[in-house]
């Protein structure tokens, strides 16, 4: 079932998350259906309940989706987190960037999903900031679905921070259990 309170908020030292909803059976089929399935339909459900989270009060310059890997874009035949970022900055009049990149390689070891908690918070050096973005001086929201230990989240705003943006606060649709 869904809550209608934030279900956890840390604020780092360099970036501030907050995930939205626990990843119960509703949440989970929401994502596979948009995620998983192209029912883009399903953003329509998802875009009112992170904007209803927003708080404005650290005014973003932009809005940054996490990126998926490439290969899974393909499969999937659309960039689902662009998808939803494009949404959000028609509502909130805030532009997006896709700025960060999934490196391509290794190829075969791209997905958290089978990983135990130590080998996630180890993976580093999956993302980069692509060269025609600049991220320099702006204050970015940076939008994911899904956290488990925090650590892409966590590696997206350091790359963000390490090319010269103010402040990061991220957004996270739902929070898996370990």
Do not use: W
Request: proline share 4%; charged share 30%.
């Amino acid at each position: 079932m869904m809550y209608s309170r934030h279900i956890a908020v840390e604020d780092a030292s360099y970036y501030k998350i907050t995930v939205l909803f626990r990843h119960d059976r509703t949440v989970k089929d929401l994502i596979r259906l948009f995620k998983f399935r192209r029912e883009t339909r399903q953003a329509k459900t998802i875009v009112p309940l992170i904007l209803e989270s927003l708080s404005l009060n650290n005014q973003p310059d932009i809005i940054v989706p996490v990126p998926s890997h490439a290969i899974d874009e393909i499969k999937r035949g659309f960039a689902h987190m662009a998808y939803i970022v494009s949404i959000l900055s028609k509502y909130t009049e805030i532009p997006f960037d896709i700025a960060l990149a999934r490196k391509l390689f290794p190829i075969f070891k791209r997905t958290q999903k089978h990983k135990r908690k130590k080998q996630r918070i180890s993976t580093k050096n999956r993302f980069y900031l692509r060269k025609d973005s600049s991220v320099n001086g702006k204050n970015v929201l940076l939008i994911d679905d899904v956290t488990t230990t925090g650590s892409t989240i966590d590696e997206c705003a350091k790359i963000l921070l390490d090319n010269g943006a103010k402040r990061v606060e991220a957004i996270c649709f739902a929070l898996t259990p370990m």
